[in-house]
């Protein structure tokens, strides 16, 4: 009996455990946290992580991990030496990135995928119901938790050149984060657009990788959907919505399953159903400050009514076409100092399209590297093609409109594929025993 009982607590341990550095996880995907308390300490953080992955990482995931960042560091130095622009802290960050995201899969294993969705689905709850609050102006957590300046910032316009800068106000960190300059969901993170990139990775999962879920039952994956499908419509972002289009697409076009696939796929439509009348009826009871206006008619139509991109959309094409005339002119890299001059964005308000600010840096080596990395396990281990292409859709879409290549809950898909799938030979073990999972 007491080797029973010291067993259960053993488990229940380890599963704690997993559950945290799961958290940590999401709290280094671009947290209010993270960006305004991890940030001085991230090269201590990277050293901590490397030490542990140098100790515990086994297997052909220590190669895979290892071989890429190694490669990085390399030419960072070579870079550095001859046009400088890339220091420690660039460094710092892709390894935090990718070392939490190993950490994460390691510790949880065959359970990674679903404690995943499960904390995302938790804190997607909780999101919706202190955002639905604040929309009802009862603003119980901005009473319960203290003001704090965030370290992003929006700008308000006397003329074409003359503007005020203020930084967002939010109340709240490790559980939600309510932004005080609108009414969007941003959950824990800094903007819509890094929390519809987690939402959208839960969705992922639960329809492209139903099998890993093994203690989901039909019941609670259709839950999970809902929620996470609400929380997403409550970000307002366009690229998040972009994402799930696709997701939905492909799911409906070329998944195919056992009998019930049809039932699960008239259900889909049905919730689609809704939510298009939800957003119409949306739209004419509040016009401007509806989802569809903020998230998809302001950003492509003019004042004039004519088809144009918005300011956050000219900035991010912007930066494309200077990216691809300096990968032409520099194939080697510039480095993010000449770039970040080229940009100007004080003046020019460029932003985002990491993966084309990537290529101009560092140049077209590495941006080849980084594309196979992250792509490479995904079409590798996906057994049906069509399910990498929606992940390739996905992550171009996120990293056009985002700063960042690494961010941890899109590389985990990768890498939790290259892990799982490859080299853990107790996940099909326990993937095809029910019962025993379920004695856990």
């Known amino acids: ?164 800068e203020f930084s967002y106000k939010l109340h709240g960190m490790f559980l939600y984060s309510h932004r005080t300059v609108d009414m969007r969901n941003v959950s824990i993170f800094t903007e819509p657009g890094i929390y519809q990139m987690v939402l959208n990775t839960a969705i992922f999962v639960l329809l492209f990788l139903r099998d890993k879920l093994v203690s989901f039952s039909d019941k609670k994956v259709g839950r999970a959907l809902m929620i996470l499908s609400c929380a997403l419509l409550s970000t307002q972002s366009t690229t998040g919505y972009i994402s799930l289009c696709f997701i939905v697409l492909f799911y409906m076009l070329f998944e195919k399953k056992e009998n019930t696939e049809r039932n699960w796929k008239q259900k889909i439509c049905i919730a689609l159903f809704v939510m298009l009348l939800f957003l119409m009826i949306d739209y004419m009871v509040r016009g401007k400050e509806s989802f569809i206006q903020i998230s998809l008619i302001s950003k492509l139509f003019s004042g004039e009514k004519k088809l144009s991109l918005d300011e956050s959309g000219m900035a991010r094409a912007d930066v494309i076409f200077l990216a691809i005339q300096s990968m032409v002119r520099h194939p080697f890299g510039m480095g993010y100092s000449r770039f970040g001059t080229l940009m100007n964005v004080q003046s020019t308000g460029m932003a985002g399209a990491a993966i084309m600010q990537f290529g101009a840096a560092w140049g077209i080596l590495p941006l080849i590297a980084v594309i196979w990395w992250i792509f490479y396990p995904v079409l590798k281990f996906c057994k049906k093609r069509y399910v990498a292409v929606v992940y390739i859709i996905m992550y171009i879409n996120t990293v056009l409109a985002q700063s960042d290549l690494f961010y941890p809950t899109l590389i985990m898909i990768p890498i939790g594929l290259y892990s799982l799938y490859s080299f853990d030979a107790a996940y099909f073990a326990i993937n095809n025993d029910r019962e025993e999972y379920e004695k856990l």
């Open 1 to 164: 009996m007491s080797s029973c009982l010291q067993n259960r607590f053993v488990i229940s341990k380890s599963k704690l455990i997993g559950y945290i550095i799961i958290y940590f996880m999401l709290l280094c995907n671009q947290s209010n946290f993270s960006e305004i308390y991890m940030t001085p300490y991230r090269t201590i953080i990277m050293l901590i992580l490397l030490g542990v992955f140098l100790i515990k990482a086994k297997g052909k995931i220590k190669t895979y991990c290892f071989l890429f960042i190694s490669f990085l560091v390399a030419y960072a130095l070579l870079l550095r030496l001859g046009v400088g622009g890339i220091g420690i802290r660039i460094i710092a960050q892709v390894f935090v990135e990718i070392l939490v995201v190993w950490l994460a899969v390691s510790t949880n294993k065959q359970y990674f995928w679903e404690r995943y969705v499960k904390t995302v689905v938790f804190f997607a709850s909780i999101s919706l119901i202190l955002w639905f609050l604040s929309v009802l102006q009862i603003n119980i957590w901005d009473q319960i938790t203290p003001e704090v300046d965030s370290l992003m910032s929006y700008r308000i316009y006397s003329d074409s050149s003359t503007y005020q």
